[in-house]
């Protein structure tokens, strides 16, 4: 089992071995392209659709992880973490398939999806205020009554090796790629993505993409230290949360550079890719074509990676409709 303080040591065996781990419990997902879309930018653009996985979302990758290395005595005690959607419904998910109890708290302006979400793997919810101070204080009162492994969304070695995977799948489905484009929030795909590339494509750049309203990760970059904001407000409900320093880690060493969009981007960028993907995904999920399209000039002409991160979508309120 990894130490949870040992990000910086983590090696593409730890990705190897994550992958052998949780093969039983996850989709390997598809690549789409679409013509139009490659048009649009004037790049070849391959989307890794993990809004195909069971759960719905990539982080079932780093949750199957954590989860099932846990020991037989650490697993008796359940798991617990607090996640504002995603990474909630993955960690009940891997808990429900291994049969221990898992808690989480989520703010209590979560999609209504993503709750139901976590109920129906057998999670079990106790919300906060939509705040990282308030999430972190509700976890705090959980883990103490419950005393389950924490396993961090993000800031968690076993988590960030279970992510890499993604990127591990993508470049064995498709050659020569010269960049990969994925949504930042805690950086916990974006980290895993560097240990994967950096090891095995090192001449590929990796590119990060976040909200305007959001862009702690883009500030914390250009000033080199984290910047965290306690409660940014963007319809990229996945991309609120702050680095911590396992992520940083990766972000600081191994992105090229963190490109940032509007909520109107982000809202037109999602339309695009329902209707040329013909996919449903997350505004999230949105973010890096927003960014790519804002930043034509920087990927024109290359094979591009695009990770779609997840599809839990709250139907009942896109962010196109409105009254």
């Known amino acids: 089992m990894l130490d949870q303080q040992s990000a910086l040591d983590l090696t593409i065996d730890d990705m190897r071995r994550a992958h052998e781990r949780i093969k039983p419990h996850i989709n390997r997902t598809p690549v789409l392209q679409s013509r139009y879309l490659n048009e649009l930018t004037g790049a070849e653009l391959f989307f890794k659709c993990e809004n195909f996985q069971e759960a719905g979302a990539f982080k079932v990758r780093g949750a199957c992880n954590a989860v099932f290395g846990l020991s037989d005595d650490m697993a008796e005690r359940g798991v617990c973490t607090h996640s504002s959607g995603n990474h909630a419904l993955s960690l009940s998910y891997a808990a429900g398939r291994r049969g221990i109890p898992c808690h989480v708290v989520m703010p209590r302006t979560a999609p209504q999806a993503k709750k139901e979400a976590v109920r129906r793997y057998g999670g079990l919810i106790t919300e906060c205020e939509p705040s990282t101070t308030s999430r972190e204080a509700v976890f705090a009162e959980v883990q103490a009554k419950t005393g389950g492994e924490f396993v961090h969304p993000y800031n968690d070695p076993r988590v960030i090796a279970g992510q890499a995977t993604c990127s591990a799948e993508l470049i064995e489905q498709v050659d020569g790629l010269e960049a990969v484009v994925a949504p930042i929030g805690g950086g916990g795909m974006i980290s895993g993505t560097c240990l994967t590339l950096s090891h095995l494509l090192p001449q590929s750049k990796i590119f990060a993409a976040e909200p305007e309203q ?72 949105a973010v890096p074509l927003a960014t790519i399209l804002k930043n034509k000039d920087v990927f024109a002409g290359q094979r591009v990676g695009v990770i779609v991160t997840g599809g839990n979508v709250d139907l009942d309120r896109l962010p196109w409709i409105t009254g």
């Not at 060493?253 to 109107?264: G, K, N, P, R, Y």
């Open 214 to 285: 959001a862009d702690d990760a883009y500030r914390s970059f250009k000033s080199g230290q984290i910047i965290a904001d306690d409660a940014p407000n963007t319809i990229a409900d996945g991309l609120k949360v702050p680095l911590k320093e396992n992520t940083w880690h990766f972000v600081s060493q191994f992105v090229s550079d963190i490109h940032t969009a509007s909520e109107q981007e982000i809202i037109d960028a999602m339309k695009l890719t329902w209707t040329y993907l013909r996919i449903v995904m997350e505004p999230s999920c």
